[in-house]
């Protein structure tokens, strides 16, 4: 048999935003996440779904970095990408953005299969932050988008298990420390795409686990799942079981018969196959599929409230369609972490084409009528199959290497000794951002920097903390040291370690940063704005220049402080804070509504509604932030004008 699937580099140039720096402040308050639940919802739960939801959700974003350096300017840029292409289909993969399929083309059709997003906008999506819409993303870590969705993955070809090429992604996922690979393949003639995804837990200790695979789809369609009932969570943040299709007298099936943005997780029955499909009114459309593993299916929407539209709006370009999402999982709900056992791993495949089938009509006749058309262009065990051939070749060495991720993997395999056959992480990776910890791991000491600069990047996990606790004692080590504490609930002994540091570092403002927090987590509201006030100081002393990790540094720190100041009463001083910031700094939407409130604060009500009038765009807005309307809300009687209204839940009566 001739293969003539093949995989080549290209690249697309598209409208953009820049990145920018990451924030350069440890992550060290609870995670703000909208998927929580009130206690009372538990009593009418499964027990298994239950119990997952309070396995070990996620509390804090340490060790990875906030990414929210990105502003709302576009221009043309350049984005690698790897296109995967057999006589059939076409699917487009950006390896430096997470490793999104950003495209998947039916050639005989022509037709595009997913939502893609003429733009990259990143917005606060995502766990930390910067995120994007559009295509398949693969979302692993806790509960909520990935922080790899800006993020470089490794990439390679390697043998695909007909004897032609399949592309490999890999990573460290470091919020749980776990190493995953996602093999994507045509197989030669075939309408659908496959995907081969494996996690592995190399510790001696079980992991929680979260995966869903999120598909971003045209919103003008009906979406299908073999489920009559449904787990129905919104934004004023319950969950419920609901009927499906109908719900409240109308068929939630259609996305756009929802008025506010919500997720329904279908209630897959045991034994039955695992797929949703989204068709449009002429019964065509995408389907997904999978074993059984991945057993949760979902639909996410938007809604046709103005907060919902805004949104669609915010994420790409005016004239662009909405979408909605459907999504598979390795349970039932996005809210549950699953239980990954020392030294296991879990593994799936998954199976994405076209499908044709009526897409109107009563319920069950149009998902049997689809589930039938399925299992004719792709049997449920022509799936099984391709996973039991698939499964040896996980293990396979990677051929050329196409794209280079963090080296934060390579740290953590020196670090561990681990044996992760199919997913090298080779030292060639580590970066700068690794090296002094390198240095700690080889020499058993944190070394002190070649220059002043804003920290290093910190690790929290416990061999880390142990070596640290090892270390001799530096005002640098002592940082890092109370950060891994701080994350591992022993509190009083970071702010030991900090006040430790304190007397003998000659740039102070990190470890002051650190107590204020602390502060802040206790209570003591003053002391933190006077901690906040001297960091903020010391910063602007210290700062060499106006350089990307200055600036990000003084933004960062900046913002902190105001907010800690006006929270505390001490206006001037955060005026004095705000004078002190770069002017570019001061124009970016964030800040500019931070003025207005500092305005009101100053009794200048005139000037904080100019604020509003004048416009500005909050670019890391996050998502269910109401923060816009309620200053709005003192500021004025009128309603919330829509370019600032992006509320995602019911008006609360």
């Not at 893609?116 to 509960?143: H, K």
């Not at 065509?284 to 919902?308: A, E, I, M, N, Y």
């Not at 604060?601 to 509003?612: N, S, W, Y």
Request: charged share 25%; net charge negative.
């Amino acid at each position: 048999m001739v293969i003539v699937t093949t995989i080549r580099r290209e690249v697309l140039t598209l409208p953009a935003a820049e990145l920018g720096e990451d924030n350069p402040l440890p992550p060290m308050r609870p995670l703000d996440e909208m998927h929580r639940i009130e206690d009372r919802d538990r009593d009418e739960m499964p027990r298994d779904m239950a119990r997952q939801i309070g396995y070990e959700p996620l509390h804090s974003l340490l060790p990875v970095p906030v990414r929210d350096g990105y502003e709302r300017a576009r221009a043309p840029r350049e984005t690698d990408a790897l296109v995967i292409e057999n006589d059939r289909l076409r699917a487009t993969v950006l390896p430096g953005l997470g490793g999104r399929v950003a495209s998947l083309v039916h050639l005989p059709t022509g037709r595009e299969l997913l939502y893609r997003n003429p733009v990259f906008q990143p917005a606060n999506f995502a766990l930390n932050d910067a995120w994007y819409s559009g295509g398949i993303e693969w979302n692993i870590g806790a509960t909520g988008h990935t922080t790899l969705s800006c993020a470089p993955l490794h990439a390679a070809r390697v043998a695909a298990p007909d004897g032609g090429e399949m592309l490999r992604l890999w990573e460290w996922e470091r919020l749980r420390d776990l190493p995953f690979q996602v093999d994507l393949w045509l197989p030669d003639g075939s309408d659908f795409l496959y995907v081969g995804v494996r996690v592995r837990n190399p510790h001696e200790r079980p992991a929680p686990l979260y995966w869903w695979s999120n598909i971003a789809v045209p919103e003008e369609c009906r979406v299908l799942a073999p489920a009559d009932e449904a787990w129905y969570f919104g934004y004023e943040r319950r969950l419920r079981r609901v009927p499906v299709p109908s719900y409240e007298g109308s068929d939630r099936t259609y996305p756009l018969n929802s008025p506010h943005a919500a997720d329904f997780f279908y209630e897959v029955p045991d034994g039955r196959r695992r797929w949703i499909a989204a068709l449009d009114a002429d019964g065509h459309g995408l389907v997904q599929t999978s074993t059984d593993v991945l057993r949760g299916r979902k639909l996410f929407v938007w809604g046709t409230q103005p907060g919902g539209r805004r949104w669609q709006q915010w994420l790409t370009e005016p004239g662009t369609g909405g979408y909605c999402e459907i999504q598979a999982g390795l349970a039932r709900t996005q809210l549950e972490h699953v239980r990954l056992e020392a030294a296991g791993e879990v593994s799936w495949l998954e199976a994405y084409g076209p499908l044709d089938a009526p897409s109107d009509g009563a319920w069950p006749a149009v998902t049997s009528g689809a589930e039938e058309r399925l299992e004719t262009l792709l049997p449920r065990a022509d799936v099984e199959a391709a996973y039991a051939a698939w499964r040896p070749c996980a293990d396979t060495a990677p051929g050329e290497i196409l794209a280079t991720g963090s080296g934060w993997g390579a740290l953590e395999v020196l670090s561990g000794g681990w044996k992760l056959p199919g997913t090298p992480f080779e030292e060639s990776t580590l970066g700068e951002a690794q090296a002094p910890w390198l240095d700690l791991l080889r020499t058993g000491s944190f070394p002190e920097p070649l220059r002043v600069r804003p920290p290093h990047p910190t690790l929290v996990a416990a061999h880390w903390r142990d070596l640290l606790e090892n270390a001799p004692a530096t005002p640098l080590s002592e940082y890092h040291l109370g950060i891994a504490q701080w994350h591992a609930g022993d509190r009083a002994q970071a702010v030991r370690s900090w006040e430790r540091a304190l007397p003998l570092a000659s740039s102070g403002w990190p470890l002051l940063r650190c107590l204020a927090v602390a502060d802040q987590e206790s209570g003591h509201h003053e002391r933190a704005a006077d901690r906040y006030a001297d960091a903020f100081d010391d910063l602007c002393r210290e700062r060499r220049d106006d350089g990307p990790s200055w600036t990000a540094a003084t933004a960062a720190l900046g913002r902190e402080a105001l907010e800690a100041l006006l929270a505390a009463g001490r206006v001037a001083e955060a005026r004095a804070v705000w004078q002190r910031l770069h002017p570019a700094t001061r124009r970016r939407g964030r800040f500019r509504l931070l003025e207005a409130g500092l305005l009101l604060a100053e009794g200048r009500p005139a000037e904080a509604r100019a604020v509003f009038d004048a416009g500005f765009e909050v670019a890391d807005l996050r998502e269910g932030a109401e923060t816009i309307g309620v200053l709005w809300s003192r500021l004025a009687d009128e309603p919330l004008p829509a370019r600032y209204d992006f509320r995602m839940r019911p008006a609360t009566p």
